[in-house]
């Protein structure tokens, strides 16, 4: 009787549970998930960086280096500069660049 209740409550759960909490519940283990391993999905356009920055990009599957210009929200990508939106471009991911603490000695 108790195992019929714990299997029912379970199958309450995982009924109500959006694919990313599942994916989250199965997951636990990985390590990075809960910030997607610092990469930013660009769903809209208050996604976009809040500043001019170097920055790794996921671009039609492909990871590429790109800066991206927050005053004229265009990108540099490959050597060649894009005022085309991130939709245009194929654009679904970033990821800044951090950039190195000088030598201390």
Known sequence: MI???QDKAKELVETNETSK??????????????????????????????????LFIIRNNKIEIANY???????????????DNYKNLNITYYQIIQKPKPPLY
């Open 3 to 5: 195992m019929k209740a």
């Open 21 to 54: 909490q599942k994916a989250i519940r199965e997951a636990k283990s990985l390590q990075g998930i809960e910030n997607n391993n610092g990469w930013v999905k660009i769903e809209n356009e208050a996604d976009l960086p809040k500043e001019s920055c170097d």
């Open 69 to 83: 210009s927050f005053q004229y929200k265009g990108w540099f990508c490959k050597g060649s500069y894009y005022s």
